[in-house]
């Protein structure tokens, strides 16, 4: 019996030692090693930046009351803008270590408190739009890659070209003017309807109504990038030997396109998302500023306006986190639907 659970053991160490010394894990590790990396860089880099400004918070809260040189250098100390620059970022480091972000004084709640309130309504806008964006992109390009050199491959053409010149404001201005003022069918701002005690199905209605203008807003140039891509991308999938042998062996041509052609054109499609996600999480200021979605882009904008550096900080290091995550994951996407890439 000893020599038995002696050998199951000796087994079960080399079992461990074999998985963690697999690629997958190798790679895992290393990843995790890079991110720890870049988010440290990205915090250091951030936080000398804004002290780099004129002005702190101190500045502007003096600016909306009479404050006497001794008050200022009272609110200095308590917050600790009296210290060294250095002093400041290493004490902010620390407190990092166990997501401590700080107060927000015009909030008056604590920085975490606050990013959690704001967070949802990004993440949901950075999400819907993605996820529309590359549907609706990749069918047009489909479409048009299906009818090369055909009116329908030109009209797409020109759609998608129309699509990619227009700015995002210049659409949400016109999605305003027409779908709130001329036709007042959705709503011109806001998140949800305030007041309104909505649950269930008809609170996810309200949602989507008041969401429907700024996600169309930043979808439009998204979905001309993916069309584009994606009948590049399918035009030169198609004329490979593999799709000539399932052409040859007599198989549909929709069987051929969407089973064995679709699939490797998705590549360069995904990297495209994890791009769109990164230029949606920093960029999402404007549409929520015009729609007046209490999202994360607001809230840095308002957080520079009024110097509030620790809420400024908490908005950049959960928006580099989200990026590398979802780069993280884009990465597993891209080796499951490519099993020749390796992990590296």
């Not at 988010?39 to 936080?47: H, K, N, P, R, T």
Request: with cysteine; glycine share 8%; charged share 15%.
């Amino acid at each position: 019996m000893t020599q038995t659970a002696a050998a199951v053991a000796a087994n079960g160490k080399k079992g461990a030692l074999a998985f963690l010394s697999s690629p997958a894990v190798r790679y895992v590790v290393r990843r995790l090693s890079q991110a720890v990396l870049v988010m440290l860089l990205v915090m250091i880099g951030s936080f000398i930046l804004i002290k780099l400004a004129p002005g702190d918070l101190v500045d502007v809260l003096a600016g909306t009351s009479d404050m006497s040189p001794q008050q200022m250098a009272s609110l200095r100390e308590r917050f600790g803008l009296d210290l060294p620059v250095w002093h400041q970022l290493f004490n902010y480091m620390v407190n990092l270590v166990t997501l401590d972000f700080g107060y927000s004084p015009l909030n008056a709640a604590p920085v975490l408190d606050v990013i959690l309130s704001r967070w949802p309504v990004t993440a949901i806008l950075v999400v819907v739009s993605v996820t529309i964006s590359m549907v609706v992109g990749t069918f047009f390009g489909v479409v048009a890659a299906r009818n090369a050199g055909k009116p329908v491959d030109l009209g797409i053409s020109i759609l998608m070209l129309l699509f990619y010149a227009t700015p995002s404001f210049i659409i949400a201005v016109a999605l305003m003017l027409v779908f709130s003022v001329k036709l007042n069918l959705l709503p011109i701002a806001g998140y949800a309807t305030v007041g309104s005690g909505y649950t269930g199905l008809r609170h996810f209605w309200d949602v989507a109504q008041h969401l429907a203008m700024p996600v169309t807003a930043l979808c439009t140039f998204y979905i001309a990038i993916y069309g584009r891509i994606g009948r590049a991308a399918l035009l030169e999938v198609l004329k490979l030997d593999y799709i000539r042998t399932a052409r040859g062996k007599g198989l549909p041509e929709r069987r051929v396109v969407y089973v064995h052609a679709l699939r490797n054109a998705m590549l360069p499609l995904v990297t495209m998302a994890g791009l769109q996600v990164s230029s949606l999480v920093g960029g999402a200021v404007l549409v929520e500023t015009v729609f007046g979605l209490p999202g994360m882009g607001r809230t840095a904008f308002d957080a520079v306006l009024q110097r509030d550096t620790n809420l400024l900080l908490g908005v950049v290091f959960v928006s580099s986190l989200s990026v590398v995550i979802v780069n993280f994951l884009i990465d597993l996407l891209y080796m499951a639907l490519d099993p020749r890439v390796e992990l590296k």
